[in-house]
């Protein structure tokens, strides 16, 4: 009897041992297609190694982009092929395109380092959003 119940009592202790290891990982056990940004903006990842596409709060499909930079409070990402950038201002709920020469004539905007899609994926954390 003694002995049946220190068994039990080893698998239920194994058992949160395990669960509590793979809650406190860094790695991305489960392959989350998404990583967040801020105020629910998220990157996603359509394929492996990409394409990669900017969803906005509460989306399931977004912008298919090959660039893109953030500085608290703007998103700048730039679609597939175009001359033109999104602008989101996450504080404002405001989404805007601009072009290329209105992006570097802002301080602010200029201010923000641009890169590639794949860059910026694995510079963000799959459980943290940035601000």
């Not at 297609?33 to 990669?52: N, S």
């Not at 709920?93 to 020469?101: N, Q």
Request: charged fraction near 25%.
């Amino acid at each position: 009897m003694w002995s049946n119940n220190l068994f039990r009592t080893f698998w239920h202790v194994a058992f949160l041992a395990l669960f509590v290891s793979l809650c406190s990982c860094d790695e991305d056990l489960f392959g989350s297609d998404a990583k967040q940004i801020a105020h629910g903006y998220r990157l996603k990842r359509i394929g492996v190694p990409g394409p990669y596409a900017l969803l906005a709060p509460y989306d399931t499909g977004g912008l298919i982009i090959d660039e893109i930079g953030w500085s608290k409070p703007f998103i700048l990402a730039r679609a597939a092929g175009s001359e033109y950038w999104d602008r989101i201002d996450t504080d404002h709920a405001e989404h805007i395109r601009i072009s290329d020469a209105q992006r570097r004539s802002n301080p602010a905007l200029r201010a923000i380092p641009i890169e590639a899609a794949d860059v910026a994926w694995n510079q963000l954390n799959p459980r943290k959003r940035l601000w």
